[in-house]
């Protein structure tokens, strides 16, 4: 059975989607069963470029990916999550929906890369950093046995990692 993972971020245009790429990205190349997917509460519609960038360097396929509302993720027809992970302080702070199955959830923030200094350089120095740092949290999230974890070890395992 896939273990569905939901990642949120306001926008859904950097952090969020760095953080589905690497999960997708590192989940294939481990031939771990996750699908990451990423959602916000306020989609800006587009995603960053500079997070494309980032995430192509990195050998990740980007094709198909688009800023979408977290609505999509809790219609009745959406794929049960079982992991939802905010990256953005905005969206932990936000009342999330109600998720089908009821899912863990964590909060694993980091800076948003779209507001570093130094123009386009900056930009994009700032994004592989943060494309770096998540892709680390994915491999310690896949590196789990997550068939066989009870929602509450699960938890305690997340927020294990969150401390790292």
Not at 76 to 85: E, L
Not at 113 to 136: H, M, V
């Amino acid at each position: 059975m896939t273990t569905n993972v939901l990642i949120l971020c306001t926008h859904n245009s950097a952090r969020s989607v760095l953080a589905e790429g690497m999960l997708n990205h590192w989940a294939h190349k481990l031939g771990k069963n996750v699908r990451a997917h990423s959602a916000g509460s306020a989609p800006s519609g587009r995603i960053n470029p500079f997070a494309l960038e980032a995430l192509s360097n990195a050998g990740v396929d980007t094709q198909g990916y688009r800023s979408k509302s977290w609505d999509e993720f809790a219609a009745n027809d959406a794929p049960p999550m079982h992991v939802v992970i905010t990256v953005c302080d905005s969206a932990a702070a936000e009342p999330c929906p109600y998720w089908p199955g009821s899912p863990v959830t964590v909060h694993w923030g980091y800076p948003d890369p779209s507001n570093a200094p130094g123009g386009d350089e900056g930009k994009r120095q700032a994004f592989e950093l943060t494309r770096q740092a998540i892709g680390y949290r994915m491999l310690q999230l896949l590196a789990l046995p997550l068939d066989n974890l009870r929602n509450a070890e699960l938890q305690q395992a997340l927020n294990d990692i969150q401390k790292n």
